[in-house]
């Protein structure tokens, strides 16, 4: 076990390697430049323009760039923003708790409703059930997330009128950032109301965000639930006699969710990415969309430092995933 | 046991959503404007955009002198008064009493508003050696770079507290409309000097302290800004006790914010909501003709575009009425001149080129291209606020051209590559446009068709004229508007007869606000102002 940790760790040092080169490239692959965006329709005198580019070290070669960027990343400094000149890990600091709130609910929504419904279609296989929820699924599975979070927001907040458009809490309370997860943020500052905004706040942004990992994990688990119920050991379990839903839980879900959690993990990279979509549309104040304003802005460090952070998570997350397959099921050990 | 179960959850389900049911809007007296985006900071003179302006410098700062909201009139503002030397080179700035700072939990002003204050905010961008000016990398004072400040003042002394003197190194008009906008916002010299003596003088650029008729009170990072009536504000106190900005950077939900009640003002709406918008009664759409303009440039140092008997004939190829229809809705009207009819110095005189196809091609033929030309033609990739569909735009004007033999091949860029290219001279035709930073006609005369401009890369037409360019120059140097007028009415003569541009339109730009917001008035210059806005209370 341990030394599988080891093997693992180890090679996340070139998966590093590679993030840090792909985000370098990608930003720098967009056409435009930071002090071009400074400029707007105005034009710029071509010295101060030079004088920019060199303060922001953009006037050297790329490689040389990419190879001084490097060497500070791994002095742990992530660079200063562009447009904010404020230090990117602390912006990234200040924005993520928001985005790991939405995400956890998010997953919590995906997981909730997901493995049930996934137990039911594959339990009631071949019936109104199974095609209610498969259908559904792949629906959700290819709903454009944008589209999806306008919907919603027509429906609920502006006909309906039962949620906030977007945002993170209602503007009247003003909830000092303690911890920056707000849900806590509020209940620490004792105040009810602020609590059950907040929490109205999530709701909408959750369902846009968990809808694609919920028909996953749906799909996921009803076709490892049907692999497990076809199983001998199910087999004789039923024939023992054991009550159905003793056979379902107890002997075929277990086994059944080792590949569920592999995809649970796979999610989180995928909710930070939709995260990009949801925040934007939620104006929900995270990294995502944080990140989405520095491409446009071609806030080259806050792109780069953004996707690294980001990435180091999803690795991290993978990490933990892998491992606790062997908590899960016993006869997997890695050895 | 399975249905009760489900009944529990449907009952769980809606008890929730009871509890959660829609938020109000606020507190009494807290207005909550739907802002379109972040302020890259809390310093009126780093910034260079609108947003970062509308929640800094509008809210929080005050000038010697501002623009009357509503007009490019110049009105006195820190300063009670001005006089200009008859030289037109020396400035002497009246200031106005007692004034007073805004303080917060790390600061208290000891004293109120006086000429240190002045010299401290000019010789802090203006002095490289200055103890403030320079905190971190890449940090510029744009503005004040961009609008050649140094060229222009060579310095500005303390006549006594209350009086400063502004002396110029040549005489320029434009100064005193110069002085109204953002990057001249007045800073409290003290606290800047209280924050460096704490050890931490960052923090007076990060928590803004201004004279201004709200103070801050806290920004929640791409959430939302604070904001509460400043009770000794100078020119009173604002009659909203709070002013929020929710940062709502997508247009469709501020819409619905704005519907729902969540927000009580919005910025920017998308061009397709205007009508919904207008039929709602619930809100109320205000609108104003744009300080702008938007034009097809034509670089004058290639061919065929060299010719003014080609440059004259495509304006007379291009239908702008019907452009007007399609592309602005009719919201806005055709430009025949560089500047908007709301600037002073219009020439309401100046005829437009007729659009008239027969006599185009006419002149095409004495210009020795009787068969037409093939060119390319740019078109912007974005909405701007002079153009809401560039595409739209190339496509009616590529029919237009085609009649007379031109065949346009439509090219475009992402925007800051656009730009970036715009300014070595690679375009042949362009579309482009401006919106004014301030209501001075310099401001669209001199960036945009300058000779300047040609280096700097604004004049994309690289259009330089001698007769035309002694024309904006000597108004500069003219002390008088009406004598100033009378050249700018001269200058755009020969820019209509020059043709370096097809002027299109100036377009209109639309707030949306909720009914019961009552005294707003649209800024002429994009700004929005809530310093004299009320709430009426609801039913």
């Given at each position: 076990?341990?030394?599988?940790?080891?093997?693992?760790?180890a090679?996340?040092?070139?998966?590093?390697?590679?993030?840090?080169?792909l985000?370098?490239?990608?930003?720098h692959?967009i056409?435009?430049?930071?002090?071009?965006?400074?400029?707007?329709?105005?034009?710029m005198?071509?010295?101060r323009r030079e004088?920019?580019?060199?303060?922001?070290g953009l006037d050297?070669?790329?490689?040389?760039?990419?190879?001084?960027?490097?060497?500070?990343?791994l002095?742990?400094?992530?660079?200063?923003s562009?447009?904010?000149?404020e230090?990117?890990?602390?912006?990234?600091?200040?924005l993520f708790p928001a985005?790991v709130?939405?995400?956890?609910f998010?997953l919590?929504?995906?997981?909730?409703?997901?493995?049930?419904?996934?137990?039911?279609?594959?339990?009631?296989?071949?019936?109104?059930?199974?095609y209610t929820v498969?259908?559904l699924?792949?629906?959700?599975?290819?709903?454009?997330?944008f589209?999806?979070a306008?919907l919603?927001?027509?429906?609920?907040?502006?006909?309906?009128?039962?949620?906030?458009?977007?945002?993170r809490?209602?503007?009247?309370?003003?909830?000092?950032?303690a911890?920056?997860f707000?849900?806590?943020?509020?209940?620490?500052?004792?105040?009810?109301?602020?609590?059950?905004s907040?929490?109205?706040?999530?709701?909408?942004?959750?369902?846009?965000?968990?809808?694609?990992p919920?028909?996953?994990?749906?799909r996921?688990?009803?076709?490892?639930m049907?692999?497990?119920?076809?199983?001998?050991y199910?087999?004789a379990?039923?024939?023992?006699?054991?009550?159905r839903?003793r056979?379902?839980?107890?002997?075929?879900?277990?086994?059944?969710?080792?590949?569920?959690?592999?995809v649970?993990?796979?999610?989180v990279?995928?909710?930070?990415s939709?995260?990009?979509?949801?925040?934007?549309?939620?104006?929900w104040?995270?990294?995502?969309?944080?990140?989405?304003?520095g491409?446009?802005s071609?806030?080259?460090?806050?792109?780069?430092g953004?996707?690294?952070?980001?990435?180091?998570?999803v690795?991290?997350?993978n990490?933990?995933?892998?491992t606790?397959y062997?908590?899960?099921?016993?006869?997997?050990?890695h050895? | 046991m399975?249905?009760?179960?489900?009944?529990?959850?449907?009952?769980?389900?809606?008890?929730?959503?009871?509890?959660?049911?829609?938020?109000p809007?606020?507190a009494k007296g807290?207005?909550?404007?739907c802002?379109?985006?972040?302020?890259?900071?809390f310093?009126?003179?780093f910034?260079?955009?609108?947003?970062?302006?509308?929640?800094?410098?509008?809210?929080?700062?005050n000038?010697?002198v501002?623009?009357?909201?509503?007009?490019?009139?110049?009105?006195?503002?820190?300063?009670?008064?001005?006089?200009?030397?008859?030289?037109?080179k020396t400035?002497?700035?009246?200031?106005?009493?007692?004034?007073?700072?805004?303080s917060?939990a790390?600061?208290?002003?000891?004293?109120?508003?006086n000429?240190?204050?002045?010299?401290?905010?000019?010789?802090?961008?203006?002095?490289?050696?200055?103890p403030?000016h320079?905190?971190?990398a890449?940090q510029?004072?744009?503005y004040?770079?961009?609008m050649?400040?140094k060229?222009?003042?060579d310095?500005?002394?303390?006549?006594?507290?209350?009086?400063?003197?502004?002396?110029?190194?040549r005489?320029e008009?434009?100064?005193?409309?110069?002085m109204?906008?953002?990057?001249?916002?007045?800073?409290?010299?003290?606290?800047?000097?209280?924050?460096?003596?704490?050890g931490t003088?960052?923090?007076?650029?990060?928590?803004?302290?201004?004279?201004?008729?709200?103070?801050?009170?806290s920004y929640?990072?791409?959430?939302?800004?604070?904001?509460k009536?400043f009770?000794r504000?100078?020119g009173?106190?604002?009659?909203?006790d709070?002013?929020v900005?929710?940062?709502t950077?997508?247009?469709?939900?501020?819409?619905a914010?704005?519907?729902?009640?969540e927000?009580h003002?919005?910025?920017?709406?998308?061009?397709?909501?205007?009508?919904?918008?207008?039929?709602?009664?619930q809100?109320?759409?205000?609108?104003?003709e744009?300080?702008?303009?938007?034009?097809?440039?034509?670089n004058?140092?290639k061919?065929?575009?060299?010719?003014k008997l080609?440059?004259?004939?495509?304006?007379?190829?291009?239908?702008?009425?019907a452009i007007?229809?399609?592309?602005?809705?009719?919201?806005?009207?055709?430009?025949?001149?560089?500047?908007p009819?709301?600037?002073?110095?219009?020439?309401?005189a100046?005829?437009?080129y007729?659009?008239d196809?027969?006599?185009?091609?006419?002149?095409?033929?004495q210009?020795?291209y009787?068969?037409?030309?093939?060119?390319?033609?740019?078109?912007?990739?974005?909405?701007?606020?002079?153009?809401?569909?560039?595409?739209?735009?190339?496509e009616?004007?590529?029919?237009?051209w085609?009649?007379?033999g031109?065949?346009?091949k439509?090219?475009t860029?992402e925007?800051?590559e656009y730009?970036?290219?715009?300014?070595t001279?690679?375009?042949?035709?362009m579309?482009?446009?401006?919106?004014g930073?301030?209501g001075d006609?310099?401001?669209?005369?001199?960036p945009?068709?300058?000779?300047e401009?040609?280096k700097?890369?604004?004049?994309?037409a690289r259009?330089?004229n001698?007769s035309?360019?002694?024309?904006?120059?000597?108004?500069?140097?003219?002390?008088?508007?009406?004598?100033?007028a009378?050249?700018?009415?001269?200058?755009?003569?020969?820019?209509?007869?020059?043709a370096?541009?097809?002027?299109l339109?100036?377009?209109?730009?639309?707030?949306?606000?909720?009914?019961?917001v009552?005294g707003?008035?649209?800024?002429?210059?994009?700004?929005?102002?809530?310093?004299?806005?009320?709430?009426?209370?609801?039913?």
């Amino acid at each position: 076990m341990f030394g599988f940790i080891l093997r693992r760790v180890a090679l996340i040092i070139p998966t590093f390697l590679g993030v840090t080169l792909l985000a370098f490239a990608l930003i720098h692959l967009i056409p435009g430049d930071p002090v071009e965006n400074l400029s707007g329709e105005r034009g710029m005198d071509p010295a101060r323009r030079e004088r920019l580019l060199h303060e922001f070290g953009l006037d050297r070669s790329l490689p040389v760039q990419y190879v001084s960027y490097v060497g500070q990343v791994l002095r742990g400094d992530l660079g200063t923003s562009l447009t904010t000149h404020e230090s990117v890990a602390q912006e990234f600091a200040t924005l993520f708790p928001a985005t790991v709130e939405l995400a956890f609910f998010a997953l919590l929504f995906a997981i909730a409703v997901g493995l049930p419904a996934g137990i039911l279609a594959a339990v009631k296989r071949n019936t109104f059930a199974d095609y209610t929820v498969m259908g559904l699924s792949l629906t959700g599975y290819s709903m454009p997330i944008f589209w999806w979070a306008l919907l919603l927001i027509l429906f609920f907040s502006v006909y309906l009128g039962w949620t906030p458009v977007s945002g993170r809490i209602a503007v009247q309370y003003d909830v000092p950032a303690a911890t920056g997860f707000m849900l806590i943020d509020s209940l620490r500052a004792g105040d009810a109301g602020a609590f059950r905004s907040a929490l109205s706040h999530l709701i909408l942004p959750t369902i846009a965000l968990g809808t694609i990992p919920l028909a996953v994990i749906a799909r996921m688990t009803r076709s490892s639930m049907l692999e497990v119920l076809r199983e001998d050991y199910v087999r004789a379990a039923r024939a023992k006699g054991l009550p159905r839903w003793r056979v379902i839980v107890v002997h075929a879900l277990r086994n059944a969710l080792i590949p569920v959690v592999t995809v649970v993990g796979l999610q989180v990279g995928l909710l930070l990415s939709g995260a990009i979509l949801t925040e934007t549309i939620f104006s929900w104040p995270g990294v995502g969309n944080w990140l989405v304003h520095g491409v446009q802005s071609r806030d080259y460090p806050v792109v780069q430092g953004g996707i690294l952070l980001i990435a180091a998570i999803v690795i991290a997350v993978n990490l933990i995933v892998d491992t606790l397959y062997g908590v899960i099921n016993p006869r997997i050990r890695h050895g | 046991m399975k249905t009760l179960v489900d009944g529990r959850l449907t009952l769980c389900a809606v008890a929730v959503m009871t509890a959660l049911c829609a938020a109000p809007v606020g507190a009494k007296g807290t207005l909550v404007y739907c802002s379109e985006g972040s302020p890259e900071g809390f310093q009126p003179q780093f910034f260079t955009t609108g947003t970062t302006f509308d929640a800094v410098s509008v809210p929080m700062f005050n000038r010697l002198v501002e623009f009357e909201t509503g007009t490019t009139n110049i009105v006195p503002a820190l300063a009670e008064s001005w006089t200009i030397a008859p030289d037109g080179k020396t400035f002497t700035f009246k200031l106005r009493k007692g004034v007073k700072f805004h303080s917060n939990a790390n600061f208290k002003p000891s004293r109120d508003f006086n000429a240190d204050d002045v010299l401290f905010s000019w010789y802090r961008m203006a002095d490289d050696n200055h103890p403030f000016h320079k905190f971190t990398a890449g940090q510029t004072f744009a503005y004040f770079e961009d609008m050649g400040m140094k060229n222009i003042v060579d310095k500005v002394e303390k006549v006594d507290d209350y009086t400063v003197r502004f002396s110029l190194k040549r005489p320029e008009a434009p100064f005193l409309a110069d002085m109204a906008m953002d990057f001249a916002s007045i800073l409290s010299k003290e606290y800047f000097e209280a924050m460096r003596t704490k050890g931490t003088p960052n923090a007076a650029d990060v928590y803004p302290i201004g004279t201004g008729p709200f103070e801050f009170v806290s920004y929640q990072k791409d959430a939302t800004i604070r904001y509460k009536a400043f009770d000794r504000y100078w020119g009173g106190r604002p009659k909203i006790d709070n002013l929020v900005f929710s940062i709502t950077r997508d247009a469709t939900a501020r819409y619905a914010k704005l519907k729902t009640g969540e927000c009580h003002a919005m910025a920017f709406p998308k061009p397709a909501d205007l009508d919904e918008m207008r039929k709602d009664p619930q809100l109320s759409l205000q609108q104003k003709e744009g300080l702008n303009v938007g034009y097809i440039a034509f670089n004058v140092e290639k061919k065929p575009f060299d010719n003014k008997l080609v440059r004259q004939a495509l304006n007379m190829a291009t239908n702008k009425e019907a452009i007007l229809k399609a592309v602005y809705q009719g919201q806005g009207q055709v430009a025949k001149n560089p500047i908007p009819p709301i600037l002073w110095s219009y020439n309401n005189a100046v005829q437009d080129y007729p659009y008239d196809v027969a006599k185009a091609k006419q002149l095409l033929a004495q210009a020795g291209y009787p068969n037409g030309f093939e060119v390319d033609l740019w078109y912007l990739p974005v909405t701007r606020p002079y153009n809401p569909d560039g595409k739209r735009m190339a496509e009616l004007i590529q029919a237009d051209w085609e009649k007379i033999g031109v065949k346009a091949k439509l090219v475009t860029y992402e925007w800051a590559e656009y730009r970036k290219r715009s300014k070595t001279g690679e375009q042949a035709a362009m579309m482009f446009g401006w919106s004014g930073d301030n209501g001075d006609p310099d401001n669209f005369f001199v960036p945009l068709l300058g000779c300047e401009a040609v280096k700097g890369g604004g004049n994309v037409a690289r259009w330089c004229n001698k007769s035309f360019e002694d024309l904006v120059l000597k108004a500069a140097q003219t002390p008088k508007q009406a004598d100033r007028a009378k050249l700018y009415e001269q200058a755009q003569v020969i820019v209509k007869e020059e043709a370096p541009w097809i002027t299109l339109a100036h377009s209109v730009r639309f707030d949306p606000l909720r009914k019961e917001v009552q005294g707003y008035k649209m800024d002429a210059t994009a700004h929005h102002y809530f310093t004299n806005v009320d709430l009426a209370k609801q039913p």
